[in-house]
């Protein structure tokens, strides 16, 4: 008879393809929804980059900056060093995409500056999620060379798992965080007028085209989790 953590385990080995093909759609999908919009303008006639700065100014934050980044959709905010980076395609883009990317950045902002909980843990995991997603699947993999039934390979097997399981709590954290950064971009865009109802729409399918991407990676991960576990109870049954 199936233990329960056999059940999960054909599972997750069942809808790991599926999930696998679904994120390199989502992604396909978060750069032609930002194409799509990135050719209408908003009636502001604001960049991006002066919507950061403006958004900023009014939620009484004088100590993050709006700086350039190189890359395609590289946009993010860095707590360390309290800036606002924004991508090529965005800085002195007029754009609703564009705009919409910079508001969902400077939600991070004003995350950070209100203490805002999610966000503080993500940034406390980020550098353990760093070290683990890079050790843990060669750990894994010289755990098995060494074999389960062998100490040394036992507890390497254990670390890298260990290490796994961190980056895929890195990912659940993450999606609160940027959940929440989108719902106070549509609110400072909405409250400033920045955008109309309609370009405010436009915006929204662009950040939420970008959050199924952060689902969809942490569904690969956690599935990807649990088939590692499940191989290792296999082989040590």
Do not use: C, W
């Not at 350039?68 to 980076?85: A, E, F, I, Q, S």
């Not at 924004?86 to 990317?101: E, H, N, R």
């Not at 290490?163 to 709590?169: D, S």
């Not at 106070?184 to 991407?213: F, H, N, P």
């Amino acid at each position: 008879m199936l233990q329960t953590f056999d059940i999960v385990y054909y599972i997750a080995s069942a809808l790991l393809l599926p999930m696998i093909i679904y994120s390199f759609y989502v992604s396909y999908k978060v750069n032609k929804t930002f194409r799509d919009f990135a050719g209408v303008f908003s009636h502001s006639g604001l960049t991006a980059a002066e919507v950061a700065q403006s958004m900023l100014e009014r939620a009484g934050i004088n100590d993050v900056s709006v700086e350039r980044v190189n890359g395609n959709l590289t946009d993010h905010y860095n707590p360390k060093d309290k800036t606002v980076y924004l991508s090529d395609s965005v800085y002195t883009s007029s754009s609703v995409a564009a705009i919409g990317v910079a508001a969902h950045e400077t939600g991070h902002a004003v995350q950070h500056s209100t203490g805002y909980a999610p966000l503080k843990i993500r940034t406390a995991i980020v550098p353990f999620a760093n070290v683990g997603s890079r050790l843990a699947i060669p750990l894994i993999i010289v755990g098995a060379v060494l074999g389960v039934s062998t100490l040394a390979g036992i507890y390497l097997v254990y670390v890298g798992i260990a290490f796994y399981a961190l980056t895929t709590l890195f990912m659940l954290v993450t999606l609160p965080v940027e959940f929440n950064a989108s719902r106070r971009a549509k609110k400072m865009l909405y409250e400033t007028g920045i955008l109309q109802r309609d370009e405010i729409d436009m915006a929204d399918a662009v950040l939420s085209a970008a959050a199924k991407t952060y689902v969809a990676s942490f569904a690969v991960s956690l599935l990807y989790l649990i088939r590692f576990m499940g191989i290792f109870l296999r082989r040590r049954r």
